[in-house]
């Protein structure tokens, strides 16, 4: 195995993303110190991550015997100071609260080094305002993974205004490092590329939905066997491309005063929230999931699903 560029890395918060994101270093070959508050999530840390990896080495994404070794590499800490000693990069994984990041990265700087990297996988707040109560912000960025994080290849890396040139190379060749493809904005926006790009599409599906154009599983069925099919082989610009720019061009006149271009909520989705209907956490969302077999039938079919997409990825 090669010596990665960083070593030695720290992961505070251990829920959703941060267990997923310590198993992606962890399997690079790193050294992987992890922190939460709740100590619950460290003492399952191991076992989430073993049965993340027997899902991939039944998938042929990696091998068995090297599971135990992935999970050797975890250190869990008792305090976040004793996380980050020594580690050249941090990832934080803590929940999705500004107050909390901020405080969190102020705080870090007592007890990293000068070139340590402190990177924030937030979701929508931009390294700008993460970062300001640092005093060094030249260190830190947004890379934001996508859920679960060792599944999905790709990882948005997302520069704030004070962000230096270097700390957003080291990062670079870190993901690039763990077999992920970063993808560097320019610009730093709120919901970066990929969540405006999905809310784009999130709010159409909703407004279809509310207006009773279709059922929610004939809405499903039509992205997933339509656009969802294509852009699982090819990105969105080639799929313009392969049609014909002219054509799209067209299409654009046409509808592009026609789909939603609203600011709240339908009723529909508002009821459903209120309600408490949050999907498969809450048993009940646009879909029903109170019987825990059909959960775990769904979950299952999911993962597969998305296995299967990640070897057609890497293939070309
Ligand atoms: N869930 C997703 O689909 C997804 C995808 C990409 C990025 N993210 C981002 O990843 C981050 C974590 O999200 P999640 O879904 O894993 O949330 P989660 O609620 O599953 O986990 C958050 C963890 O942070 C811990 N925590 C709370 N306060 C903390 C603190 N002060 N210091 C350290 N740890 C603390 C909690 O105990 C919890 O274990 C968020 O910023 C979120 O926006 C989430």
């Not at 989430?48 to 250190?75: C, P, W, Y």
């Not at 082989?233 to 002219?246: E, Y």
């Amino acid at each position: 195995m090669t010596t990665p560029p960083i070593q030695n890395i720290a992961v505070i918060g251990l829920g959703t993303i941060g267990h997923s994101v310590a198993q992606v270093y962890a399997a690079a070959g790193c050294t992987v110190r992890c922190f939460d508050p709740d100590p619950t999530t460290g003492a399952s840390l191991a076992n989430r991550v073993r049965t993340n990896l027997k899902q991939m080495a039944a998938a042929g994404l990696s091998s068995r015997d090297d599971i135990e070794h992935v999970v050797s590499r975890f250190v869990i800490c008792d305090s976040e100071a004793e996380a980050v000693s020594g580690a050249g990069f941090v990832s934080e994984a803590a929940a999705e609260d500004l107050t909390i990041k901020q405080a969190l990265f102020a705080r870090l700087e007592n007890h990293i080094d000068r070139h340590t990297i402190l990177a924030s996988n937030t979701s929508t707040y931009p390294m700008t305002q993460i970062s300001r109560d640092m005093v060094h912000p030249d260190r830190a960025l947004v890379t934001h993974p996508f859920n679960p994080p060792h599944l999905l290849p790709i990882i948005e890396v997302v520069p704030g205004k004070s962000t230096s040139e270097q700390t957003v190379s080291a990062a670079m060749a870190l993901i690039e490092f763990t077999g992920k493809r970063p993808v560097r904005l320019n610009l730093e926006m709120p919901g970066f590329l990929i969540n405006r790009i999905q809310m784009a599409m999130v709010r159409e599906v909703w407004d279809l939905l509310d207006r009773g154009v279709a059922s929610a599983e004939d809405i499903d069925a039509a992205v997933r066997g339509s656009l969802g099919f294509r852009l699982a082989a090819i990105g969105p610009l080639a799929v313009c491309d392969f049609a014909g720019l002219d054509i799209w061009a067209k299409v654009f006149d046409n509808l592009a005063a026609e789909i939603s271009a609203d600011q709240q909520i339908p009723n529909t989705i508002r009821t459903l929230v209120d309600n408490e209907h949050y999907g498969t956490k809450s048993g009940r969302g646009f879909f029903n999931y109170s019987d825990e077999n059909t959960l775990k039938t769904r979950t299952d079919a999911r993962d597969r699903g998305f296995l299967e997409i990640l070897k057609l990825f890497h293939s070309n």
